[in-house]
T-cell receptor
Framework: GQQLNQSPQSMFIQEGEDVSMNCTSS?????WLWYKQDPGEGPVLLIA???AGELTSNGRLTAQFGITRKDSFLNISASIPSDVGIYFC?????????????WGLGTSLAVNP | DAGITQSPRHKVTETGTPVTLRCHQT?????MYWYRQDPGHGLRLIHY???????DKGEVSDGYSVSRSKTEDFLLTLESATSSQTSVYFC??????????FGDGTRLSIL
């Protein structure tokens, strides 16, 4: 099936550092979503982007919807230990009753206190 | 947890047995989804529903069936479980035009 190219696959950083991850696609999306998944839990929505060029923040998290509509990035500033987890991007193809999300394989983030 | 309850949370069963997983929502949302999550594959859509009795296949639907007889419940059935269906299964819901929200998952082991 179709998947997004999400990078990096994993990151190991020191507490306080900034983090950047991105997703690219060969397809155009009209919505980009970023989720975080903690061990043993389901993905939780962090940020939703609906417009090309849109830049949206949620606390220390900032995400942007690429101008070409084929990419998006997520930045985390001043990382803390609770940022540990797997971050997923997802693009939405929305046509009628077809609301399937196309997913990246995730970025695993580890933070050293 | 966005008003989503998955049951059971854990299940161990044997190859060839039928298994039904339940997703219950209290949000009255139109769309419901079933995913499986496996290492190296991320989240893959099995089936989804866009209303009562309205369902469609996802990318990995073989070996799975679903039913939605009322808005709040979406059932996933493995008619004859195989070891390749060992996975973590997630249900998600969404209102029209809004992002999906996920349950906490069901960990299914088929021996």
């Amino acid at each position: 099936g179709q998947q997004l190219n999400q990078s990096p696959q994993s990151m190991f950083i020191q507490e306080g550092e900034d983090v950047s991850m991105n997703c690219t696609s060969s397809s155009i999306f009209n919505t980009w979503l970023w989720y975080k998944q903690d061990p043993g839990e389901g993905p939780v929505l962090l940020i939703a982007l609906y417009k090309a060029g849109e830049l949206t923040s949620n606390g220390r998290l900032t995400a942007q919807f690429g101008i070409t509509r084929k990419d998006s990035f997520l930045n985390i500033s001043a990382s803390i230990p609770s940022d540990v987890g797997i971050y997923f991007c997802a693009g939405l193809l929305n046509a009628g009753n077809n609301r399937k999300l196309i997913w990246g394989l995730g970025t695993s983030l580890a933070v050293n206190p | 947890d966005a008003g989503i309850t998955q049951s059971p949370r854990h299940k161990v069963t044997e190859t060839g047995t039928p298994v039904t997983l339940r997703c219950h929502q209290t949000e009255n949302h139109r769309y419901m989804y079933w995913y499986r999550q496996d290492p190296g594959h991320g989240l893959r859509l099995i089936h989804y529903s866009y209303g009562v009795k309205d369902t469609d296949k996802g990318e990995v639907s073989d070996g799975y069936s679903v039913s939605r007889s009322k808005t709040e419940d979406f059932l996933l059935t493995l008619e004859s479980a195989t070891s390749s269906q060992t996975s973590v299964y997630f249900c998600a819901i969404s209102p029209v035009g809004q992002p999906q929200h996920f349950g906490d998952g069901t960990r299914l082991s088929i021996l």
